[in-house]
């Protein structure tokens, strides 16, 4: 029968991925080391006590709040230090410490003691304890990302599909260090094995698809991209729209970002930023309804607020759906929110005079014809309602 595959990667692997880490205070990782006390009593009385501490410790603290510098974890990675050295070779006390390496997120500390354990007890890719291991490259590979050392982070995460081969959040990771590198077939490999592991996802849809067409853009422009929507899903928008504004400068043909910036500046309120976007992403040939639309909200919001626009925008949508009560509403909370709109006074006209309210079309449309002279339609309307009629 054939054997069950082991664990490929070598302790060079492992030693280089450990080398090329460098202390930085903005990771998860710890500052301070545990201080192991001098060897005493024996191995299993060590590991005992290191169980005991880990369980004190999940009964104390806070769920999912586990840390090396909290005095119990300090003391049970201690005592799995203490076990493991006076039994080197022993597979259980080397994955006990471990394990509680990675429980508390100490994640340098939790690579060395894995490579340790799979000197003695090589294990088969995605077994219980190679899905752990593969979490601790995760994160060191996340951390080496957030440090903007790309190399790293790509062996990182290479190394977590290795020891988890179905993990599509490693999969996932490693096509966009791929992409960010201009390794485009890569990236596109990459994509389709984290879309098998998680079908339907819209986000890996997306990249796969940008995937395609990134050599349209070249690797600078891809690279601010990508890390634009990285700096998206961590909330810090304004830091997203100046990546997705230098990726698009970088690659005036690059839509998705002009997109992007457009979208994002849109949220942030920025009308001025949000045209400009739109106004490029217009301009090209793939250019869709949407980015009309879009285009039309943000020249309208640059003139009126884009509070304004967006009430008006509501209000119309509701009196095309019949609730007119509400686009009433809608109307008159955008001549609130700007006095000058003379569209939305003549649309609160519009709705009153239709709800028979006469003398409150006649107040409305008073102030669409004072603010366009030019408006035929609300000057007629404005004589009806001052009729009654």
Do not use: H
Request: glycine share 8%.
């Amino acid at each position: 029968m054939p054997t069950r595959p082991v664990l490929a990667l070598s302790l060079a692997l492992l030693a280089s991925l450990a080398s090329a880490q460098t202390a930085d205070p903005s990771t998860t990782q710890p500052t301070t080391t545990t201080a192991t006390p001098a060897p005493t009593g024996d191995a299993a009385g060590a590991a005992a006590e290191a169980r005991a501490l880990a369980e004190r410790a999940r009964a104390t603290y806070p769920q999912g709040s586990a840390n090396i510098d909290q005095t119990l974890w300090k003391q049970a990675a201690a005592a799995a230090d203490r076990a493991a050295g006076l039994e080197p070779t022993n597979p259980e006390y080397l994955r006990l410490r471990a394990q509680i390496y990675t429980e508390v997120g100490f994640w340098r500390q939790a690579e060395l003691a894995w490579a340790a354990y799979f000197r003695a007890a090589p294990a088969a890719p995605g077994s219980a304890e190679a899905r752990q291991a593969a979490t601790v490259q995760y994160n060191l590979g996340y951390a080496a990302y957030t440090r903007n050392q790309p190399e790293q982070a790509a062996r990182f995460f290479a190394a977590c599909l290795e020891f988890d081969p179905a993990s599509a959040s490693c999969a996932t990771w490693a096509a966009r260090t791929a992409l960010e590198s201009g390794d485009y077939a890569r990236a596109q490999t990459l994509y389709s094995r984290a879309l098998s592991l998680s079908p339907g996802d819209k986000t890996l849809v997306y990249f796969s698809g940008l995937a395609q067409r990134a050599s349209r853009y070249g690797p600078a422009a891809t690279r601010a991209f990508s890390r634009a929507y990285a700096d998206l899903d961590a909330g810090r928008g304004a830091q997203a729209l100046a990546g997705f504004q230098e990726a698009a400068r970088g690659a005036p043909n690059f839509i998705e970002a002009w997109r992007e910036a457009g979208r994002v500046a849109l949220e942030l309120g920025n009308a001025n930023a949000a045209r400009a976007a739109y106004q490029a992403a217009a301009a090209l040939p793939e250019a869709n309804a949407g980015d009309r639309y879009n285009l039309s909200l943000a020249q309208e919001g640059e003139r009126y607020g884009l509070g304004a626009v967006r009430a008006f925008r509501d209000a119309y949508a509701k009196y095309a759906a019949g609730d007119k009560a509400g686009a009433e509403a809608g109307f008159l909370e955008a001549t609130r929110q700007n006095p000058q709109y003379a569209k939305a006074w003549a649309w609160l006209g519009r709705t009153r005079y239709e709800g028979k309210n006469f003398t409150g079309a006649a107040d409305a449309y008073a102030q669409a014809v004072r603010l366009d002279p030019e408006d035929k339609a609300s000057a007629y309307y404005l004589r009806l309602a001052q009729q009654g009629q």
